[in-house]
């Protein structure tokens, strides 16, 4: 797209086998800084189309060779998002129906008004630039939630994202274990979008709470007539993977009679539809997560072995947050920030006493509910900080019962958290934080040791 003194260009095509009308159209619409291209006939307009699509087409619905009716289906056909006005010289209901069920934006009667005609212009190139807004606002979310890391400078997190760093290229499967809430599907998101697979798809399928029949529907797909209602072939979510990554969580919950046909996809990697008789191969990479310890459901015989280990190449496990607190006044700093932005709210951060309640707070939800306690407590504050009365009625209460039931941290508790929070403060720049603390680097260092805090 072409830019002039800071006025974007929309490119439209005119395509009428009547050179005076387009000269007319074509004027009228470069006065509304349009970039406009003449064509006398469908055929020569699509061949250039084909390969630079533009924003709108108008098009005479009689044309010499293909009709206009026939260049607005191939025209929506190939490039969904080009707007097409209709121009015709015969204006029945049944011509304007046809058109607008084909796809068109709407259309014009001959002799063309321009005033009319730029009215409607305009129009469909509003619609137009909201699409492309709306796609490009969804690519850059999409984009920062793809590369959306764990949040946390706690030894354990950082040992994580070294895992991941480490087995992002290798080809292998991958097993996650973790609460729920801890953030699997973020590491999944991270393998995948690392260096390998980044541009092929990423299908995610939970496997709780599902029928072995629907489980099987799902990942492997199904024939015409495999049964009663199959109408169509249908493709499974491990053929739409293909070339790129499949994320099964919950795994652990995956009827037995499943297990045994997800193991063999795992050894041989092709496919068979339900009601199918031909293998189909593919190439995807398994990431399978688990918030229970498949370990202990094999030797309960709950899952089977042979299944665990060839998912079990490289394994994952994801801490709780109430084992690495000091990850939280981060974590609550990032969905700030993300939700603040969201509602548009002017919210500077949480007093002390809220502070410490969410430190003390176990967070059985893990980080999951922590995010949902943040977006919460921000769509309801109406100030400028957050205080404890804003926190939910049954965190509220932690401050009031903590001092009632003599749980006083100790003075080494203190030490810790104080430590933790300068060292959050500047960004874990030991030498700086030594300065604030007023302590020599290797007394900081010690104490960062002696309290898990490197």
Not at 175 to 180: D, T
Not at 192 to 219: D, M, W
Not at 343 to 356: N, P, Q, R, S, V
Not at 408 to 416: A, N, R, V
Request: hydrophobic share 40%.
């Amino acid at each position: 797209m072409k830019q002039s003194h800071g006025i974007q260009f929309q490119r439209i095509a005119v395509i009428d086998d009547e050179p005076v009308a387009c000269r007319e159209i074509k004027r009228a619409l470069e006065k509304d800084h349009c970039r406009v291209e003449i064509f006398h006939d469908g055929e020569s307009a699509l061949e250039t189309l084909s390969a630079d699509p533009c924003d709108l087409v108008l098009c005479d619905l009689r044309l010499p060779g293909m009709d206009g009716l026939q260049v607005l289906k191939k025209i929506k056909r190939e490039h969904s998002r080009t707007e097409v006005i209709i121009i015709t010289a015969y204006s029945t209901v049944e011509t304007a129906i046809e058109a607008i069920r084909a796809g068109a934006f709407h259309y014009v009667t001959k002799p063309v008004k321009i005033a009319e005609l730029r009215s409607l212009v305009s129009r469909s190139l509003e619609k137009v630039r909201l699409v492309k807004e709306k796609e490009a606002l969804k690519k850059a979310l999409f984009s920062k939630t793809r590369h959306q890391d764990l949040i946390g400078h706690s030894h354990a997190i950082r040992e994580v994202r070294k895992l991941v760093h480490k087995v992002a290229d290798l080809n292998c499967n991958v097993l996650i274990q973790g609460e729920s809430g801890t953030g699997k599907e973020i590491i999944a998101l991270s393998l995948h979008y690392q260096i390998l697979r980044r541009e092929k798809p990423f299908v995610s399928f939970n496997c709780g709470g599902f029928t072995q029949e629907l489980i099987a529907n799902e990942l492997f797909g199904h024939e015409r007539g495999a049964f009663t209602g199959a109408v169509d072939t249908k493709m499974g979510l491990l053929e739409a993977a293909d070339k790129g990554t499949i994320f099964l969580d919950e795994i652990g919950e995956m009827p037995a009679s499943m297990q045994v046909k997800l193991l063999r996809f795992v050894q041989e990697r092709t496919v068979l539809r339900v009601g199918g008789i031909k293998p189909i191969p593919v190439d995807v990479r398994l990431i399978a997560a688990s918030n229970q310890d498949l370990k202990a459901l094999v030797r309960e015989k709950k899952f089977r072995e042979d299944l665990y280990f060839r998912l079990n190449v490289v394994l994952i496990s994801l801490p709780p947050l109430r084992t690495r607190r000091e990850d939280i006044p981060v974590l609550i700093n990032h969905f700030l920030d993300q939700y603040r932005a969201l509602f548009g709210k002017h919210i500077t951060g949480l007093d002390a006493e809220a502070m410490e309640i969410l430190l003390r707070y176990p967070f059985p939800g893990n980080v999951r509910e922590l995010e949902n306690i943040i977006e919460r407590t921000v769509a309801l504050t109406d100030g400028p900080g957050i205080h404890a009365k804003d926190l939910p009625t049954d965190l509220q209460q932690l401050s009031i019962s903590a001092l009632d039931n003599g749980l006083l941290p100790s003075l080494e508790e203190k030490e810790k958290e104080y430590i933790r929070q300068v060292l959050v403060h500047t960004n874990y720049r030991k030498g700086l934080a030594a300065e604030i603390l007023k302590v020599p680097r290797t007394t900081l260092w010690r104490k960062m040791k002696r309290f898990g805090l490197t």
